[in-house]
């Protein structure tokens, strides 16, 4: 072989020598992409993918709000949020009450059990009374009141007594009054009062006297339980009836709406127990009877419903300053319902009827005071207005009797 042909040979081998190692580096730049692929590009995308997931469950499980618009009143249209709130407790069902009836009164005693007084089983008033014991669940019939009464006022007093006073019977509004002994089991009648009342209210004082008002004039009296005697007190401003006393921190009462002998009242006036005088204070925005009135744990007093002109109002009355803010308005307008203030200081409201429909509600909503708004709950297990609240020791609430007087076997709801 000459020089020519080997170095024609040599340069032959050099080529393909250089052209398998091109091939390799390709192969190992390849086999380079596929392991930055399937280690980063593909992890990547997957937790993309799990945001997004999470975000779309984050708004999935949201509260949901609705816009909800008053048909209550026509003259009141309301853009309020309403919200549903699921982890509010559910309402179960009791037993029921011996004796069916409505426009009743429920008082929790010293011992937890809750008394039964009077009220109404169609058109027939009613002088019986019973006791719940919620650690039994079971109801037991107590003597009878000397009295048939309706709406009349129930008062717990230092001594452990109950004193129950006026009402109506058949007759009309009454002036009597009588004791309940818890441990005795039976009942004393006690003074009169000075004039018939029904519809009225009755706080007890931190001096143990019960102060009355109303029902249905401007008059009010104290009744000394050491005595047994009433003795009339300074006349409020204003007649009322279907009012509200709500017992201040401050010990004053502050008085609320109802009617006059022709109107619903918005004014409101406090008595002051060490001057035993009455002076106006700040005014509601809407005048209103048949609401409920609950004192907040931070000493405001929270008005809600029964207003004609706007059935789903509500407000708070500042007891420093005197004065009332528009709240969160209920997501059902309504009156003679019923409110009870919680051991988380919600307050529970439920029942009633409005002014249009003569609809009887099943629906219960909770106000929460630090965000001013009302959540829809469940419903009770039967249409109720004319009803009561009654919040036991262990914090559940009792609620009792029914608004519907085709149906007298409504049971009693635990929420």
């Known amino acids: 072989m000459d020089i020519n042909e080997n170095q024609t040979s040599n340069s032959g081998t ?58 209550e009143d026509s003259t009141t249209i309301s853009a309020e949020v309403s919200t549903v709130d699921v982890s509010f407790k ?50 037991a019939s107590t003597n009878p009141m000397n009295n048939k009464r309706y709406r009349h006022s129930v008062s717990k007093l230092l001594n452990g007594k109950v004193l129950v006073a006026g009402g109506e019977d058949n007759n009309g509004c009454l002036s009597s009054s009588e004791f309940y002994y818890p441990e005795e089991n039976i009942w004393t009648k006690t003074g009169n009062m000075n004039s018939q009342r029904c519809q009225h209210t009755a706080s007890v004082l931190s001096n143990g006297m019960v102060l009355v008002t109303g029902g249905p004039d401007e008059s009010a009296e104290l009744y000394n339980s050491s005595t ?15 009012h509200q006393a709500s017992k201040l921190k401050n010990e004053n009462i502050l008085v609320t709406g109802g009617f006059d002998y022709d109107d ?34 931070n000493g405001n007093v929270l008005v809600a419903g029964g207003a004609t002109h706007n059935l789903r109002s509500a407000e708070l009355y500042d007891s420093e300053t005197g004065n009332w803010t528009i709240t969160g ?53 039967c249409k109720r207005y004319r009803h009561q609240s009654s919040v036991l020791s262990n914090g559940t609430v009792l609620v009792t009797g029914n608004g519907e007087q085709t149906s007298f076997r409504c049971t009693a709801d635990l929420y």
């Open 14 to 71: 050099i080529s393909r020598f250089l052209g398998r190692k091109k091939r390799l580096i390709w192969i190992i730049v390849g086999i380079v992409a596929f392991v930055v692929v399937a280690v980063i590009v593909i992890p990547t995308s997957i937790v993309l993918t799990k945001k997004k997931t999470t975000t779309a469950e984050v708004i999935s499980t949201t509260t949901l709000t609705s816009t909800t618009i008053s048909t």
């Open 90 to 139: 559910n309402w179960s069902q009791t037993n029921n009450m011996n004796y069916p009836r409505t426009a009743h009164v429920a008082s929790v005693l010293k011992d937890g059990k809750v008394l039964i007084t009077g009220g109404l089983f169609g058109s027939t008033v009613l002088d019986s009374a019973e006791l719940y014991d919620p650690s039994t669940a079971t109801w």
């Open 228 to 242: 047994e005697t009433w003795t009339l007190t300074s006349n409020m401003k204003y007649a009322r009836k279907s």
């Open 264 to 297: 619903e009242l918005n004014v409101v006036e406090l008595y002051d127990p060490s001057t035993k005088s009455w002076t106006t204070t700040g005014t509601m925005h809407y005048a209103r009877s048949w609401h409920t009135a609950s004192v907040l744990k």
């Open 329 to 381: 308005s209920l997501n059902f307008g309504r009156k003679i319902h019923a409110a009870s203030v919680l051991i988380n200081g919600n307050v529970l409201v439920c029942g009633g009827t409005n002014l249009y429909t003569n609809l009887y509600f099943t629906s219960s909503e909770i106000y929460d005071p630090s965000t001013e708004i009302w959540s829809t709950s469940s419903d009770m297990s």
